[in-house]
């Protein structure tokens, strides 16, 4: 059976956190690991990466990249969020207008999809509650009036687009 070159970098890469995080080196403990690893790799390849990802170096090296430059505006707006929260939490008069929306992504694939919407669920004040066949995503926003849904459009249009840069 052979495998796309993606599925063993995949493999390599969880098989390393497996190890990094473990902090056991006995035999059995890595062959559970490679196995569980190797099991991961072959069943997410597909769903997650097989029809649009092609393998290359070049292409490798520059995902990563955008994914390591997408941490850190990622925790900032964790942080932005989550002050925004807690002034909300402790002002006198809680003025929050709890509500959805639909967000409409550009992203392409599937796994860019969920992503986002992983993102968005992270970030405070905000909860992905569904997503449609058609990857429409329904958010949930503590504040929804006052511009609130065209701020938090914008903030999700931001991530999307740093997704979409390591991700598509």
């Not at 890469?13 to 690991?33: D, I, N, Q, R």
């Not at 925790?75 to 909300?88: G, H, R």
Request: proline share 7%; aromatic share 14%; with cysteine.
């Amino acid at each position: 059976m052979r495998f796309p070159p993606g599925v063993f970098l995949l493999f390599l890469v969880l098989f390393a956190s497996w190890t990094a995080m473990g902090g056991s080196f006995s035999p059995l403990f890595l062959l559970a690991g490679a196995l569980l690893c190797l099991f991961i790799s072959i069943v997410t390849w597909k769903p997650f990466f097989g029809r649009r990802m092609f393998f290359s170096p070049a292409g490798l090296f520059r995902r990563a990249l955008f994914f390591l430059l997408f941490i850190p505006s990622f925790l900032l707006a964790m942080v932005k969020a989550s002050l925004e929260v807690a002034f909300q939490a402790f002002s006198p008069d809680l003025d929050i207008s709890p509500g959805t929306f639909v967000y409409r992504p550009s992203l392409r694939s599937k796994g860019s999809i969920v992503a986002l919407a992983n993102a968005v669920t992270l970030t405070p004040g905000t909860l992905t509650v569904d997503m449609s066949p058609f990857g429409e995503l329904t958010v949930h926003a503590l504040v929804t009036r006052n511009g609130g849904i065209e701020k938090l459009k914008e903030d999700i249009g931001k991530l999307e687009k740093g997704i979409g840069r390591f991700a598509e």
